[in-house]
């Protein structure tokens, strides 16, 4: 499923159809369900939160080096904040959508090479 949250952001790198909120909410959403993930492989159950900062916790705490993707928290507030409210950045940046793509990519590489076959 992260994968398809994935995918999703993939076709709105270039759509000014959908706003950062839209693009934010699908990145939180794969870094969480990879995250996730990732927990259950290693086999923890893991927590009932939307919150990337806690999942990347409980995944250190089982072991897991996830100090490459500390930085992913931040999506967190895409997941419950910008859902009902509008993303505004104070150094009137938008959302680095490539980048973004990159992160979440990247974390689903990660994970994926630790999952069963």
Same mark, same amino acid.
């Given at each position: 499923? !992260?994968?398809?949250?994935?995918?999703?952001?993939?076709?709105? %790198?270039? &759509?000014?159809?959908?706003?950062?909120?839209?693009?934010?909410?699908?990145?939180?959403?794969?870094?969480e369900k990879a995250l996730k993930a990732w927990l259950s492989a290693l086999g923890?159950?893991?927590?009932?939160?939307?919150?990337?900062? #806690?999942?990347?916790?409980?995944?250190?705490?089982?072991? !897991?080096?996830?100090? !490459?993707?500390? &930085?992913? !928290?931040?999506? &967190?507030?895409?997941?419950?904040?910008?859902?009902?409210?509008?993303? /505004?950045?104070? &150094?009137?940046?938008?959302?680095?959508?490539?980048?973004?793509?990159? /992160?979440?990519?990247? %974390?689903? #590489?990660?994970?994926?090479?630790? %999952?069963?076959?």
């Amino acid at each position: 499923m !992260a994968m398809k949250d994935w995918q999703a952001l993939q076709g709105m %790198l270039e &759509s000014p159809l959908f706003a950062d909120e839209i693009v934010g909410f699908h990145a939180q959403q794969a870094i969480e369900k990879a995250l996730k993930a990732w927990l259950s492989a290693l086999g923890f159950e893991p927590p009932h939160t939307h919150d990337l900062g #806690r999942l990347l916790l409980a995944l250190e705490d089982g072991g !897991a080096e996830v100090i !490459a993707f500390r &930085s992913l !928290a931040a999506y &967190s507030a895409f997941g419950v904040q910008f859902r009902y409210e509008a993303f /505004e950045d104070d &150094s009137e940046e938008i959302l680095d959508r490539l980048k973004v793509i990159e /992160e979440v990519g990247f %974390l689903l #590489r990660t994970v994926e090479a630790h %999952l069963p076959d």
